[in-house]
């Protein structure tokens, strides 16, 4: 997979100011947006994921952009297709609604319904490949949300973001959290935006949870504070990133890529430990 898009736009002078955060680019910065996605394609990245971790409604009418949705999702998927440059896939990310740490915010259930099967068609219509769900941090948001993609009738992944113990963010352990998407008929579960240190042990917990499906992971090399300022995890060199990444191949994991804090470079380091040479 490819890595962040996010904080890699913030580190090329884009604003990530709330609740737009990534999807202001779509509109202010194409052309660097497109060339994120590039880099990523160059690197070696064979699934790049578009632009539209913030295209759902509520997050753009919240952001002074209402009715917006469908547009900004068919332009992040038309702006990721032209940094890929046919040399990988395309994925459309559907994200939570609410804030991806908070669980506590996570609309009622017919909420979750009716914005996430929106935005699924959405991604259908904008032509991506698949769907990648992430960044879940509910059981109850991540079954709404395979729903969702089920429907469409695409490829999906499902990606859970746990805590430095190794539970969903909810508390919810991962093993709960896989057999409630597994009755939608995934094509593979996922841990991301977790800290890489600590992915290895809930990754394992999937893979026994995970009824043979493929399981993955992307995690994160360090965190924003509220205040903006960036704290590591003590894995931003791409090298030390890759050592961790070995040990999720080892147990068992088919798709890696990179999640908050990563660039082309720790993708270009994931594709040599792939691929040596």
């Known amino acids: 997979m490819d890595g962040a898009t996010g904080t890699e736009l913030g580190r090329r002078g ?11 680019a779509i509109l202010e910065a194409p052309g660097i947006l ?16 578009a632009d539209t971790f913030r295209t759902h409604e509520r997050s753009l009418a ?7 949705a469908a547009e900004l999702t068919l332009r992040a998927v038309e702006i990721a297709r032209e ?22 915010l996570v609309p009622d259930d017919a909420a979750l319904a009716r914005e ?14 698949a ?15 395979a ?38 008929s995934p094509s593979a579960l996922l841990i991301n935006c977790s800290p890489t240190p600590s992915l290895l042990n809930p990754l394992q917990e999937l893979k026994a949870a995970a009824a043979g499906l493929p399981v993955g992971a992307y995690g994160n090399v360090g965190h924003a504070q509220p205040d903006g300022s960036w704290v590591s995890d003590g894995v931003e060199d791409p090298a030390a990133y890759a050592t961790h990444a070995k040990t999720w191949l080892q147990a068992g994991a088919r798709i890696v890529g990179g999640c908050c804090g990563t660039t082309p470079e720790h993708v270009r380091a994931l594709a040599r430990l792939i691929a040596p040479g």
Not at 131 to 145: D, F, H, K, P
């Open 83 to 104: 940094g890929a440059g046919g040399r990988a896939w395309v994925l459309g990310s559907l994200a939570p609604l609410e804030d991806c740490y908070r669980p506590d």
């Open 147 to 184: 729903t969702a993609a089920a429907a469409t009738g695409l490829p999906f992944l499902v990606g859970f973001v746990c805590g430095s113990e190794g539970r969903l963010l909810s508390g919810e352990t991962v093993t709960a959290a896989a057999r409630a998407v597994l009755p939608f």
């Open 14 to 24: 884009i604003s990530l100011a709330l609740p737009l955060w990534s999807a202001a």
């Open 116 to 129: 996430h099967a929106l935005h699924g068609e959405n991604l259908v219509r904008a032509g991506v490949d």
């Open 131 to 145: 769907i990648l769900i992430e960044t879940m941090n509910t059981a109850r948001e991540a079954a709404a949300a």
């Open 62 to 68: 919240r952001g002074g952009l209402p009715g917006r």
């Open 34 to 49: 497109r060339e994120i996605h590039a880099d990523y394609a160059a690197a070696g990245a064979e699934l790049i994921t």
